[in-house]
């Protein structure tokens, strides 16, 4: 098959699956992400990073995240969750890095996936509850030329 015929199949493709995803996402609302709402922290106890979600309200959810080791907070993020006109998106601003936002993907059963391409890492931020109530918050995508993923399993604790 010519290259330039490969071209214009990948391209239809890429438009048919992503197009897709978006349609899939066009009627969720801010609403459906609620189940994240709350405290949760690493699943030791430890306290060792934890995040901390505010109900949705005002077509938004604001969020924190802090990471401790050795009595001291070395890394903390505030987050948004936020509906746009154009979908839901998760906007990040990490603690000594520029702010990035991530289009939502997918939403569905206790599952979020966030997504910026364009983004250097990482590309993809993902929630899921699992069946015992664990949350599962996960980055993922491309660093230096290899695939990554950095899991940060919690439980729900109390917000105190």
Sequence with gaps: MPKRIQRLVLTVWCMLVFGAAQAENT?????????????????DGSGNYDERWM???????????RTVQ???????????????????????????QKEASFKLIECKDGRVVFENPTHDF???????????????????GMSEGRQKKVDFPMRRSDCK
Aim: aromatic share 10%.
């Design 27 to 43: 009627n969720t609302t801010i609403d459906q992400i609620a189940w994240l709402a709350g405290c949760w922290e690493s699943p």
């Design 55 to 65: 109900p949705p309200k005002g077509q938004s959810m604001l969020g924190m995240s």
């Design 70 to 96: 050795d009595g001291k907070t070395v890394a903390w993020e505030f987050l948004r969750i936020h509906q746009e006109p154009d979908g839901i998106y998760y906007t990040s601003n990490p603690s000594g």
């Design 122 to 140: 990482p590309q993809r931020i993902i929630y899921h509850v699992d069946k015992n109530g664990m949350l599962l918050a996960s980055i993922e």
